[in-house]
């Protein structure tokens, strides 16, 4: 067995026979459980658990998540397209447009390079940039994630 899917399944131990209304507390024991070998599948898991109490303790209440967790704050919540990665030119221009005319008044740009690759890298990162501002134009919000870089 995979050492991350016996890390998840080590979460089942741990959780069953507890109470879904402790979420807290059941969120801070797998994350002690862990707390030496977390990576992102293993919050991967903790966050689809989270996520299944949360829905647990709603159905069980009969209220949305969201009045559990302090009620409403927005009637709406702006959202942005995130799949902008590192690709040819001319195929980000074309799904950077298609996001804009499905709607969205954002967008997230994923960098390819990081710091080892020197100016060169920041220079083709800083060509993505301008790639998809120029397919985009000024009217929509354009974030870039540089990956902890």
Request: aromatic residues 10%; charged residues 25%.
């Amino acid at each position: 067995m995979q050492p991350v899917v016996a890390q998840i399944r080590s979460f089942e131990k741990l959780l069953a026979g507890q109470s879904a209304w402790d979420v807290e507390k059941l969120w801070r024991r797998m994350y002690i459980l862990e707390e030496n070998t977390l990576g992102g599948a293993l919050f991967a898991g903790m966050s689809a658990i989270d996520i299944a109490l949360w829905d647990i303790l709603g159905k069980s209440a009969k209220q949305p998540v969201y009045k559990l967790l302090g009620s409403r704050t927005k009637q709406r919540i702006p959202v942005y397209a995130s799949r902008l990665y590192s690709v040819e030119l001319d195929e980000l221009a074309a799904e950077a447009k298609r996001y804009q005319d499905e709607g969205y008044k954002a967008m997230k740009l994923r960098f390819g390079w990081g710091p080892v690759d020197g100016a060169a890298g920041m220079q083709r990162n800083v060509e993505l940039v301008r790639t998809v501002r120029a397919a985009i134009g000024d009217g929509v919000d354009l974030m870039a994630d540089a990956y902890m870089g």
